[in-house]
Each structure stands twice: as structure tokens, then as C-alpha cells.
């Protein structure tokens, strides 16, 4: 395994492990029995509210991006692998600057992700 993946693989380990037994779901069984493609739908629903929340709001905080990760995850069950995480945030990523662009940060797709970041997120934080 090459040391930039068995790192990442660390850093999620350390980060993702204390903060998924300390997040709450508001149903864990619903989390138990998430599909894959459903787990991803969600990491990647969430990242892009994150993202363009960080962007409208101008959340600026070193190490917040693997706090959300982790929160993501945990909400998702652990179930996203971290190399699917990184093509999912990527993606996310792309969506949440194409919408942003096109909304501005008053527009309604844009207060609907921050109305999931803020009722999924950042009560984790």
C-alpha cells in the first residue's frame, strides 16, 4: 500500500473513530440498513450541503473538512470507503460550485443545503 493511502487510511481512522461513537443519528437502524448506493447518496448529499455552506457562510476552520468527513461518515454507517470518499467529495465539490454560481447564496437549492448542514451537521461540530 503506498504511504499516502495507508496515511489517509490512518488520518480517517484517528478522526473518523472517536467522532462516529460520539455522533447521533436521529435513527440508528435506518443508518444499519443502508444500502451502498444509498450510503454514497447521502456521503455525497451531505458534502455538497457542507461545501456550499462553506462557501455562502465563509466557514473557515483548519481541520474542519475531516471533522464534517467524519461526522459524514458515521451518519452514513461507515459504510463509504475512503477512496470513494475522495471521487464523492470531489463530485460534491463540482455540484456545490455549479449551484452556488448559478443561485448565488439566496437562491433555493442553496438554502436548502444549508438547512441540511444545518440540521445534520453542524449540531455534530
Known sequence: MRPIIRGLLLMMFMTTWPLA???QTSD???VQSMT???AESVFQD???AFDIT???RKLEDEGLN?????IISAQTGNKVAIGKQLSL?????QESKKTVKAEGCDGPKVSEN???YDAKIAPHL
Not at 475531516?66 to 467524519?70: F, G, I, L, R
Open 66 to 70: 475531516e471533522k464534517v468527513t467524519a
Open 54 to 56: 462553506r462557501s455562502c
Open 21 to 23: 461513537a460520539s455522533a
Open 46 to 48: 451531505l458534502y455538497r
Open 89 to 93: 467529495i470531489d463530485a460534491a465539490k
Open 28 to 30: 440508528a437502524d435506518q
Open 36 to 38: 451502498q448506493d444509498q
Open 114 to 116: 444549508l438547512g441540511v
